[in-house]
T-cell receptor
Framework: NAGVMQNPRHLVRRRGQEARLRCSPMKGHSHVYWYRQLPEEGLKFMVYLQKENIIDESGMPKERFSAEFPKEGPSILRIQQVVRGDSAAYFC??????????????FGEGSRLTVL | EDQVTQSPEALRLQEGESSSLNCSYTVSGLRGLFWYRQDPGKGPEFLFTLYSAGEEKEKERLKATLTKKESFLHITAPKPEDSATYLCAVRELTGGGNKLTFGTGTQLKVEL
């Protein structure tokens, strides 16, 4: 399967713990995005990364959330000291960029975080 | 700020009963309007991209159209397997990348 791979699919954490969500983009895609889908709400942009660079983090909460896309390995979305309001589905997506043109965005199956 | 509004929120159709979903948008400049399908517990699945008013794209029973203020997703003779939430999103002209603004979706149920 050459699609966007996310893990874990489901994650349960207690308040105050840390959550780490991982994402491997589609083969050939170097641009990774994280979106969050809260219950009864639409998908919201969080952050846009390229290898070793954060391009746009305007949708990231100012505290406790961080993201990286290292030279080797998957992209990681990290949530420290989780609270109940962090419970949501977190989707990773990737897209190609050819000669300065952004292609379509392809999503993974999501990681569903439940905070107890 | 970009706004995307989808209607209706939910739609129930009989198999074979054609209908349309609406997506109205407000952006300072459009660099693409996207339609996705999302099944329960799954990630959004890409359907179409439209770039300019008057453009149309088709795939099986689905046809997407675009005007300067809205897009329609027409479903012709739907089948139960078309049941899903359909999401509309816009990509703004300014800035780069795929920072999309999504609507909250139309939940479609097609019954036998």
């Amino acid at each position: 399967n050459a699609g966007v791979m996310q893990n874990p699919r489901h994650l349960v954490r207690r308040r105050g713990q840390e959550a780490r969500l991982r994402c491997s983009p589609m083969k050939g895609h170097s641009h990774v995005y994280w979106y969050r889908q809260l219950p009864e709400e639409g998908l919201k942009f969080m952050v846009y990364l390229q290898k070793e660079n954060i391009i746009d983090e305007s949708g990231m909460p100012k505290e406790r959330f961080s993201a990286e896309f290292p030279k080797e390995g998957p992209s990681i979305l990290r949530i420290q000291q989780v609270v109940r309001g962090d419970s949501a589905a977190y989707f990773c997506a990737s897209s190609p960029r050819v000669r300065g043109i952004d292609g379509e965005l392809f999503f993974g199956e999501g990681s569903r975080l439940t905070v107890l | 700020e970009d706004q995307v509004t989808q209607s209706p929120e939910a739609l129930r159709l009989q198999e074979g009963e054609s209908s349309s979903l609406n997506c109205s948008y407000t952006v300072s400049g459009l660099r693409g309007l996207f339609w996705y399908r999302q099944d329960p517990g799954k990630g959004p699945e890409f359907l179409f991209t439209l770039y300019s008013a008057g453009e149309e794209k088709e795939k099986e029973r689905l046809k997407a159209t675009l005007t300067k203020k809205e897009s329609f997703l027409h479903i012709t003779a739907p089948k139960p397997e078309d049941s899903a939430t359909y999401l509309c999103a816009v990509r703004e002209l300014t800035g780069g990348g795929n920072k999309l603004t999504f609507g909250t979706g139309t939940q479609l149920k097609v019954e036998l």
